[in-house]
């Protein structure tokens, strides 16, 4: 059996590495650079244990579908940021490609994040301009990828799969294809219903965060340490409240809300999440100027620690820290950036020494675990303050070496 798998990024190129252990996968891309390196065996990016997965595959890669049994579609999603929608443009391009190579007999995979209600409406329509009807002819099947950036490999393996079909027939020929490297358990629904539970998924992460978030806010007003207060709330059976933060980043949990909100004026509480978690760079931007207005610190030079959208990872897809950058340069602040897992930016990334000799001011905004073993003493700053949003640094070292320290929701003047 052949899978063609369209659409190798971040999802869609370890799928097509764990396919081709039991299958024949031909991996498609629009963009030539990307195909060209996969067949010379050069990754696109990295992810633990991706490497050791091309070396060992037979993958072939190509910029167009290839006849396959199968066609699985990883393509992006990406947000329209003006109208507030899910831009479909990808996904309606992977289906129309398949068209010229589509088989009676074939079936279609959509991992891609989609609105409730596309299979039906928008794939369905598409499939069928080829004379080719689904159900019939063509077995259609939604189901959701759910892996974590920085474990992408370990989550597809072992994480449960909801497999959305647009009949039980459909559902359970996608379950044997997913079975062949799936640990977890598999899932089955219909099609709408399995497009619904994706979104849930990241919206219900990203309320949570909101409220994380707005606790801080509120402990900052009333001079409580956030911190402090979650962690005793955490001891209760049936409260987990999850970490404040300078914003929520990543393709996903930063965009998928939106794609629920598109379509209903019901949709408030997703909404007032996303935009508290939006608002957070303008929060953190807020307490800074705070401190340099009491410190009498009229142009500061700004070091920022981290500007990946989350601990450990070098992904910057869209990091709450481009806000926070935009913000400090409106204000004329000069920044230095240190960020010792990210490759390429909007902006240099420069080393330790040079990102903090003659700053006053470092903003740590991605907890990357780097940031908790440097030494505070051996930092040639200007003035010495640190403001750390994800609360990792450890404040008495920091200090003991003459640092002003404050940490984001700690409720410190
Ligand atoms: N964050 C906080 N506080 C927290 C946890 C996270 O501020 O307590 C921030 C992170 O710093 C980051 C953002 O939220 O900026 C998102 O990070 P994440 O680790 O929560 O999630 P992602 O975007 O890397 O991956 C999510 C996952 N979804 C869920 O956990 C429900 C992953 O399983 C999905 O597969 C992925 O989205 C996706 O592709 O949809």
Redesign the pocket.
Known sequence: MKICVIGLG??GLPTALLLSRNYSVQGCDVNPDIVKNINHKILPFHEPGLEELLESSDIQASTKPVPSDVFLICVPTPFDKDIKMADLKFVVNALESIGPVLQKGNMIIIES?ITPGTCEKIAIPIIEKTGLKVGNDIDLVHC???????QTIH?MIH?DRVIGGIDKKSAERAGTIYRSFVKGNLYFTDIRTAEFV?LM??T???V??AL??EFAILSEEMGINVWEAINLANRHPRVNI?????????????V?PWFLTESSVNATLISTAREI?DN?PSFVFSRLKRIFSSKSIPNPVITIFGVA???N?G?TR???ALKFIRLCERENWKIRIYDPHVKSFNYPILDLEKATEGSDCIVLL??HSEFKTINPSSLAMRHKIIFDT?NIIERHSWEKAGFFVRILGSGDE
């Open positions: 971040y999802i994040t959701p990828e759910r892996a974590i950036p920085g989550e994480n994706k998924e990241n219900y992460r990203d949570n965060i994380a978030n999850l970490s404040p933060g300078p914003g929520v980043g990543g393709h996903c949990i930063a998928d978690n957070m959208y989350k601990g990872i992904d869209e990091t709450p991605t907890d994800r």
